[in-house]
Every structure is written in structure tokens, then in C-alpha cells.
């Protein structure tokens, strides 16, 4: 599964927010019973199906002394996790503790991420966009080839 595209959406007043359709498809075909993991990663609430986040405490736990900036990425990861439904229309409820976390207040965009979907503050995804970004060399040492 993978998310693509973005979304400019509202929060109601109750901190909850619709999906884009197709996001809501995807997770819907791949967890029927409709459930989501939301955490914090690099400062965004993300949103995951719960097999990836079994997945990401089994890779984790392979990490026998962790550092003291890892045991930090692992207390947020774990602190901000919260499994929420994803209602038939979409609509998904962000918690309080994770909208503080994620500065999310009432406009936001949820954009794809590959294998998750990240929510942002819109003012955060318009600076992302206003960013010049120079990976030539990154793509060369992993022998990518942008096809365009």
C-alpha cells in the first residue's frame, strides 16, 4: 500500500479530520476492520495500519543498547501511538495529546508518504513546498535515476 497526493482539510471542532477518499479506500481494502495507528515521527503525526507497527516494534527490539537519542525516538514513537477507527465517510479523530504534538490546529494537509500518510500543519506544507532541495549526490550514491 502505498499513499500519494496530498489533501487540504479543516479539523472540526472535536479534532477530527476526513481522509482523502483514496487513503480511505486503501486502508480500508487492507485492514477491513478499519483501524489506523497514528504516532509522531519527525515532529508530524503519521499514520500507519497496525501490521506496520507491529512490524516497526519487531525491528526496534533487534536494537539491543540503544543509544540515548534512539531510546528518545522510541519513547515518542510509543507515546504518541493511539489506534483510531476509520469511520465509512473517512473521517478519522486525532487526539488531543497528538494534535499538540504535531502543531496541528485547524487547517492541515495530509499528503502521502509511500507507505504512510503524514499530517501537517498547511503553513508547514507550504514552507516544505517553498524549500530548493539539492539530492543529486544522495541519488547517485544509491545509483537512482529519476526517469524524467
Known amino acids: 500500500m502505498r499513499f500519494r497526493g496530498h489533501a487540504h482539510r479543516s479539523l472540526d471542532e472535536k479534532g477530527r479530520l476526513i481522509l482523502p477518499p483514496d487513503f480511505k479506500d486503501k ?3 487492507e485492514v ?3 483501524k489506523l495507528v497514528l504516532t509522531i515521527w519527525e515532529k508530524h503525526v503519521i499514520g500507519i495500519t497496525p501490521s ?5 516494534e519487531e525491528e526496534l527490539e533487534k536494537i539491543k543498547a540503544p543509544s540515548r537519542q534512539m ?12 489506534e483510531v477507527g476509520v ?3 473517512g473521517r478519522i479523530a486525532l487526539p488531543a495529546h497528538l ?5 496541528l490546529e485547524r487547517e492541515v494537509v495530509v499528503m502521502g508518504a509511500g507507505r504512510r500518510f503524514e499530517i501537517w500543519p498547511a503553513e508547514s506544507f507550504e514552507s516544505l513546498l517553498e524549500e530548493d532541495y539539492d539530492v543529486s549526490e544522495e541519488l547517485a550514491e544509491n545509483n537512482v535515476s529519476i526517469p524524467f
Open 27 to 29: 486502508i480500508l481494502s
Open 32 to 34: 477491513p476492520e478499519g
Open 52 to 56: 506496520q507497527w507491529d512490524r516497526l
Open 71 to 82: 531510546q528518545n525516538i522510541i519513547r515518542i514513537f510509543y507515546s504518541g501511538y493511539e
Open 87 to 89: 469511520a465509512k465517510n
Open 99 to 103: 494534535r499538540k504534538s504535531g502543531k
